[in-house]
């Protein structure tokens, strides 16, 4: 009589398993969450690979068609929803479907609603346990939406809301990056600390600035930052 239990290492367990990617520009991170997670024959989950940015994410996933992919949100490249819509037609497979679950310690709505617009499955904080985490990454393989406890409300209000639209259309002008240089440009950050910041040069700072100013119509950081202040994205 073969034996059947949950808990870690048994056979059940074994049994259990899910292939999952690591997109994260930090590799200290990533270090950890492969330590937490990825003793497979406790948890089940077994990372086939890891990325820091998006051109290498895209690169990694479709090679390695994963079950599920862990996701930063603010990566150097444009962003995880840029790697959402490079990604879209792996997500789209009928037969074997790449699912993503954001994993970001931002708990910022536009950065929710962004990921979740783009396809992600899910969106939990780096506040989460390992073992939750683990259950989190199972529900997402097996198509369920899982979010941390608070942030659902974000999605709940963006997209079942009947009083406003789900989406701020001069905000959804902007691309990721855009986005990421305007947060930090409302909050007093110099060129040089954003490029630092962001990975990025000066003058690459310089051209997302302008490009903000264009597409929202305005004329200078000043405006910039009450606009942004406005919409809560500081």
Not at 141 to 155: I, M, T
Not at 165 to 180: A, G, I, N, S, W
Request: aromatic share 4%; charged share 25%.
């Amino acid at each position: 009589m073969t034996a059947s239990t949950d808990a870690a290492g048994t056979p059940a367990a074994q049994e259990r398993r899910v292939r999952v990617v690591l997109v994260d520009d930090h590799r200290m991170f990533r270090t950890g969450v492969q330590a937490e997670i990825g003793a497979t024959d406790e948890t089940g989950v077994e990372v086939v690979g890891e990325a820091a940015d998006v051109d290498q994410a895209v690169t990694v996933v479709t090679a390695t068609r994963p079950e599920v992919v862990l996701l930063d949100v603010h990566l150097p490249g444009g962003g995880g929803v840029e790697v959402l819509r490079r990604c879209a037609p792996l997500m789209g497979d009928p037969d074997n479907p790449v699912r993503f679950l954001a994993l970001s310690v931002s708990d910022a709505a536009e950065d929710v609603i962004g990921v979740i617009r783009g396809g992600a499955r899910g969106y939990v904080t780096k506040t989460i346990t390992g073992p939750d985490l683990v259950n989190s990454i199972f529900r997402v393989r097996d198509g369920d939406a899982v979010f941390s406890p608070r942030l659902a409300g974000f999605v709940l209000d963006a997209f079942a809301s009947t009083d406003a639209p789900p989406v701020d259309e001069d905000l959804d002008r902007l691309t990721q990056r855009e986005r990421e240089v305007l947060r930090l440009i409302a909050r007093g950050y110099a060129y040089k600390e954003i490029a630092k910041q962001l990975f990025i040069s000066v003058k690459t700072v310089e051209s997302h600035v302008s490009a903000v100013l264009r597409k929202l119509q305005l004329s200078n950081r000043h405006e910039l930052t009450r606009w942004a202040t406005a919409r809560r994205l500081v």
